[in-house]
């Protein structure tokens, strides 16, 4: 599994990619409902090695991301300082579940077509 690094505050923290499929889903749909919270999550998620933050994941995006918030801005990190390598996080974990290409070949396979009729 790849792995990567960020910097949080003054710090290089290394990241794993989640090895949950539906963790890192939860990450991309939650990202739709709250970005702030969603790119939280996934460096929390991905953070590996001592002073990973936000507690245990209870499969909510929104509630571990904001634990995720609460406790590196507690610690002293600035938000603004977070979102970078929330950002980077977010997109390491969830890079490859959805392809452009995969979404277009899937359009054209509905029985409903890509038109709505008029009736």
Not at 8 to 30: C, F, K, M, N, Q
Not at 74 to 91: N, S
């Amino acid at each position: 599994m790849s792995t990567r690094t960020v910097t949080v505050g003054d710090r290089e923290i290394p990241l794993r990619i989640p090895t949950s499929y539906a963790v890192r889903y939860d990450l991309l749909v939650g990202f739709a409902v709250n970005p702030t919270r969603a790119w939280a999550a996934a460096l929390g998620l991905c953070w590996t090695g001592p002073g990973r933050p936000g507690g245990r994941y209870g499969h909510n995006v929104a509630i571990y991301g904001g634990n995720v918030i609460d406790e590196l801005v507690g610690r002293g990190i600035k938000l603004v300082q977070l979102q970078a390598a929330g950002l980077a996080a977010f997109d390491f974990a969830t890079d490859d579940l959805v392809q452009v290409d995969e979404v277009a070949e899937e359009e054209g396979n509905s029985e409903a077509g890509g038109e709505a009729s008029s009736a």
